[in-house]
């Protein structure tokens, strides 16, 4: 079972507003409201791979009540730390003309000491079932990087396979405890790495860096469907097929789904666990909301997927 850690998960409405133009009135014609959260969404594409998955991290007042009703509906098992305050809602709209994606994200609640030390107590035991567990999205506002830094290592501790998918700062601090897999997309990587990437051969200098900084292995994903993934001594990058686009918005979740139910789940081995990646990433971005897409439309997909495979080593001087 793959345990997501979502600390910080949210009501996640996506909204269609063809000619979005600022300060004028726009109706809709197509909405979904989800049960949110980077964690939440990798939960969801798993649960549509057929990954045994279970959902953990703060939910409190009537958005988290939805919260854990999108899970139920979803059929996604959840363990989710009632709190005081109310879950955040994340919003995003999407222009078709134009094909631009604007997110408005709420900072989200406080999380109070008792709640914490709850959370923590229950996270111990819900390592005892799990064999992978996946620490996404952003922070508590009142939570440093520290608590999440512990989490991540209380998890090493056990054996288990950890993943992390953060804000930079969150990232930077995660990887001194070493986790098996961090999943940055092309923004993140260059901030945690400290420089841009403006040729190809940077990305693999990325991935190296982010080994040099503590990951075992690393993926990292662009908008254009492009991703590379360092595993050992060779480097896997992928070109998704070009596909109609409705929204991009948690294709990266979708595509770390992917990448651990091949691995994981169904013991595939590098290139063709990247070939569901990229698959599961481009059927959703021809799906509204994240990790909503279909498993038959993603296994077609990563059959369409361009892979080369490169022995160029993983932890290659970037200098």
């Known amino acids: 079972m793959i345990l997501t850690v979502t600390l910080n998960a949210a009501v996640a409405r996506t909204l269609v507003a063809p000619s979005l133009t600022l300060g004028h009135r726009h109706r809709a014609p197509q909405s979904v409201t989800l049960a949110g959260g980077k964690g939440i969404n990798v939960a969801r ?4 791979l057929g990954v045994p998955v279970l959902a953990t991290g703060f939910a409190g007042g009537r958005n988290g009540d939805a919260i854990r009703d999108g899970l139920s509906e979803a059929a996604i098992p959840f363990d989710l730390i009632e709190i005081e305050g109310s879950s955040r809602t994340s919003i995003a709209v999407i222009d078709p003309m134009s094909g631009t994606e604007t997110e408005i994200n709420e900072y989200g609640p406080e999380v109070s000491q008792a709640e ?3 959370f923590s107590r229950r996270f111990e035991h819900l390592m005892e079932y799990a064999t992978a567990v996946v620490f996404a999205g952003s922070l508590p506002p009142n939570f440093d990087e520290g608590f999440f830094t512990g989490l991540v290592a209380r998890a090493r501790e056990r054996g288990l396979y950890t993943v992390v998918d953060s804000t930079p700062t969150v990232l930077k601090a995660a990887l001194k405890a070493n986790p ?7 923004g993140e990587a260059e901030s945690v790495a400290g420089f841009d990437f403006i040729e190809e051969e940077d990305f693999p200098r990325g991935l190296s860096r982010l080994s040099e900084l503590g990951a075992e292995s690393a993926c990292i994903t662009s908008p254009e ?9 060779r480097i896997v990058s992928a070109f998704a097929p070009v596909v109609e ?24 081995g590098p290139v063709d666990s990247v070939r569901l990646a990229a698959g599961c990433a481009a059927a959703n971005a021809e799906s509204l909301g994240a990790g909503a897409f279909e498993e038959e439309r993603a296994e ?7 892979v080369d495979l490169t022995s160029r080593s993983f932890q290659e001087d970037p200098a």
């Open 45 to 48: 594409s798993l649960r549509t």
């Open 116 to 118: 914490s030390r709850e």
């Open 180 to 186: 098996a897999l961090v999943s940055p997309n092309r």
């Open 225 to 233: 469907g492009h991703s590379y993934f360092a595993v050992e001594e």
């Open 245 to 268: 686009r409705v929204s991009t918005i948690g294709s990266g979740d979708a595509y770390l789904a992917g990448l651990l139910a091949g691995l994981l789940h169904r013991k595939l």
């Open 300 to 306: 077609e997909l990563a059959g369409e997927v361009r």
